[in-house]
């Protein structure tokens, strides 16, 4: 008996942009709630699996985007159109994109594949994307203004500047900017799928991320 966990390359925490993230490299210190609690969920899973004797696959996709992602792309269209600053720096770092059906691709080989079990696999279009190039095309898709950017100093004293009065002030919803959101937005993600292209047969179109694009082009945007 065995089974998949969705989780995310979250678990990496603040090694994200400073190590190569490979599935065999350790937590890193999680920056906020979603990547705790993510890394719960793989220890759970894992010490679920151990005492009732399942199999579990571990899928670690990076920055999901397509029609319906609410964090890469309606949060993120969100604060361009207010006219907040999205970009940190000038941009320049990898996205570490994860077009919806690249995503679903690798959650059905790891389902499909008696090998994988107690396997953990990152999941990644595997392209060179920046930040800026995606904001920008972001923007340009849903007729938004092009996006505005940050100094790094200055988008990291502000987030703990926001986390700190939202806590304080027990403000509801989250911070316009946290110190989690900015350690993925301000990274060089170097994620590999070398283990998901062996082991699962997985095989990133290189296609995917203007015809991901190109699905955002055709939504009815306001």
């Not at 678990?11 to 400073?18: A, E, K, L, P, T």
């Not at 849903?142 to 100093?153: D, I, Q, R, S, T």
């Amino acid at each position: 008996r065995w089974s998949w966990i969705a989780s995310s390359v979250v678990v990496y925490g603040d090694s994200i942009g400073r190590d190569v993230c490979d599935e065999d490299h350790p937590f890193g210190r999680p920056l906020g709630l979603y990547g705790r609690s993510k890394q719960a969920q793989e220890l759970c899973a894992r010490e679920l699996a151990a005492s009732r004797g399942l199999e579990v696959v571990i899928v670690r996709p990076t920055n999901v985007f397509g029609p319906g992602s609410r964090p890469w792309v309606d949060e993120v269209l969100a604060q361009i159109r207010r006219g907040l600053p999205t970009l940190v720096g000038g941009g320049a770092g990898r996205a570490g994109l994860c077009s919806v059906e690249n995503a679903v691709d690798v959650f059905l080989r790891a389902a499909a594949t008696p090998s994988a079990a107690g396997r953990i696999y990152n999941a990644s279009d595997g392209s060179e994307v920046t930040w800026r190039r995606y904001f920008e095309d972001l923007a340009r898709a849903a007729g938004a203004p092009p996006p505005k950017a940050v100094p790094e100093l200055v988008a990291r004293a502000s987030a703990r500047v926001c986390e700190a009065v939202w806590r304080l002030g027990r403000l509801a919803g989250r911070p316009p900017i946290t110190r989690e959101a900015l350690n993925l937005i301000g990274s060089d993600f170097q994620v590999p799928i070398e283990r998901a292209r062996r082991e699962l047969g997985y095989s990133p179109d290189p296609a995917s991320y203007e015809s991901t694009m190109a699905a955002l082009r055709a939504l009815p945007w306001t």
